[in-house]
């Protein structure tokens, strides 16, 4: 069975690094990706010696038609289960998710208040193509993508899997119900070459969200993968900023 896997050759397995004790980093990829989408900022939080953890949601890494066979709440307890381990060895916690990753964070910020901080990249929480799914998936089970993330150095399917896409709309419904829950500091980012969510995500959120400290970054350069494209650095540099003035360290 072909896998349409972009990128194979690349190591998307789970990230669990034991660092200090004290400081614990989830990081969460987005829908068809692997956790190569986050494995540059898993290594900027290594080499300062946090603890990172970054798990492979379920359907993720084997095949579109595998992951056309999973439920949002799959990915829910992958995320929960990486985010209890952690907590069991570390005192602060802070989680970030690209894109589907990003709405992931939300959930666990709405249901675990002891949440240092998030940050969410590209946060696809409003995205108007998801809404016809429902129908799509009907008789298009696996659709191809026009443009599989930009050339840049992504692993994950070239395809959609609508089904799968169903239940991620799914998870935006109910994670879109409960954001006043989310109070912790939030970090967010969107790129002006962001062409697969909304425009307005990060306002959204930000409005919704009943954090005191929330911070709005607009990225000049980059679009929708933003974690491994030209302004990654910057990204780092802000995060720090962010851990700095929330007196994580």
């Known amino acids: 069975m072909e896998s349409y896997i972009q990128n194979a050759h690349l190591n998307g397995n789970p990230i669990n690094h034991i660092g200090n004790k004290e400081i614990g980093i989830l990081l969460i990829h987005g829908f068809t990706a692997t956790t190569v989408e986050v494995g540059q900022l898993a290594k900027h939080f290594i080499n300062k010696d946090f603890s990172v953890s970054a798990p492979l949601l379920p359907g993720h890494g084997t095949t579109p038609h595998d992951l056309n066979t999973k439920k949002y709440r799959e990915w ?11 907590r069991s060895r570390c005192k602060k916690i802070l989680v970030g998710g690209e894109s589907m990753g990003a709405v992931l964070t939300l959930y666990l910020a709405e249901k675990h208040s002891e949440i240092k901080g998030i940050y969410l990249f590209s946060p696809a929480l409003l995205v ?6 429902r129908f799509i998936k009907m008789i298009q089970p696996i ?19 609508t089904r799968a896409a169903h239940q991620f709309y799914k998870l935006t ?11 912790c500091p939030a ?15 990060i306002e959204y959120i930000s409005q919704k969200i009943s954090s005191q400290i929330k911070q709005l970054i607009y990225l000049q350069s980059s679009g929708h993968v933003m974690l491994l494209d030209q302004e990654l650095n910057i990204i780092k540099q802000k995060i720090d900023a962010f851990n700095a003035d929330i007196q994580i360290l």
């Open 128 to 133: 108007e193509k998801l809404r016809y799914v």
């Open 143 to 161: 659709r191809d993508k026009n443009l599989p993330e930009d050339g840049l150095a992504w692993q994950g399917y070239s395809v959609y899997p």
């Open 76 to 86: 829910i307890d992958c995320v929960e289960n990486a985010f209890q381990d952690l």
């Open 173 to 183: 419904k109910l994670v879109k119900g409960s954001l006043s829950k989310v109070t």
């Open 187 to 201: 970090l967010l980012f969107q790129g002006k070459h962001d062409t697969t969510i909304d425009a307005n995500n």
